[in-house]
């Protein structure tokens, strides 16, 4: 089940449960408490006792929200599952997502509540799978709408221009068989890998859709991307990635590779 629907869940659980007591329960618990003591003859020293769901919502209901709050509508944290934004993030990363770079959106149903901002060309961004929205994918984004996107022997084109690439590693220690390329996609530099052993997915011209958006992962051939299932509808969108804080990957945890995502 997604972990947003059931933090909304169990604010709503706790949030009623002590709203009840504070308007009905509490008063009649106590009138009950203190006719019972007044039955021993001990009203002058009542202990007031609240059953536990009682004291457990009264508790967690407030650490609950501003959880909820944070992580809907400022920072999420997430995890990444596989190397497909290498050399970019590697597997085992941990990244903060600002979830309101591109909007404020309702937590569960995603409907935007309030237009903010909107993805840019070399954004690196979190977003539902279209596919299976229960999924969370992060890539980078190539095509705004209404942009004309091309793939051809491992050179991506932008209406029209192909995209300014330099060979800076032609074999990468960290990743046999792969070629390290310096990428220009609009004002961000970044580095991707391209494999020259694999042919590639050929992609003809495409025109972005109004409102969706076309995405690639910086590992080019390593990469599910737009490139075979198509666009991220803007109702899809989670947020824009802008941290790396902290990298495990089974064993100790890591902050030496904490750094801002390009």
Not at 166 to 181: N, T
């Amino acid at each position: 089940m997604d972990f947003s629907l059931l933090l909304v869940l169990a604010v709503a659980i706790t949030g009623l449960v002590w709203l009840l007591d504070s308007l009905f329960w509490r008063r009649a618990r106590r009138q009950r408490q203190r006719a019972a003591a007044a039955e021993k003859g001990d009203d002058k020293s009542v202990t007031y006792k609240d059953p536990w769901p009682v004291d457990y919502a009264r508790s967690f209901f407030p650490v609950l929200l501003v959880v909820l709050v944070l992580r809907s509508f400022v920072v999420e944290p997430f995890q990444i599952p596989s190397g497909s934004m290498r050399p970019t993030l590697e597997v085992g990363d941990f990244i903060l997502v600002n979830k309101f770079a591109y909007g404020l959106r309702l937590p569960v149903i995603n409907t935007e509540i309030a237009d903010v901002g909107e993805p840019q060309r070399g954004d690196v961004m979190v977003f539902r799978f279209p596919q299976d929205p229960s999924v969370n994918f992060i890539k980078r984004v190539i095509g705004l709408p209404g942009d004309h996107i091309r793939y051809e022997n491992k050179q991506l084109y932008v209406n029209g221009e192909p995209v300014p690439k330099s060979l800076i590693d032609p074999e990468p220690a960290e990743a046999p068989g792969e070629e390290r390329y310096q990428e220009q996609l609009g004002d961000v530099e970044h580095s991707i890998f391209n494999n020259p052993q694999m042919p590639g997915p050929q992609m003809r011209e495409i025109v972005v859709p109004d409102h969706e958006y076309f995405m690639m992962g910086d590992n080019r051939d390593h990469s599910n991307d737009s490139r075979y299932w198509g666009f991220v509808p803007e109702a899809n969108i989670v947020g824009k990635a802008f941290a790396v804080w902290m990298h495990w990957d089974g064993g100790l945890p890591s902050f030496s590779t904490v750094r801002q995502i390009d």
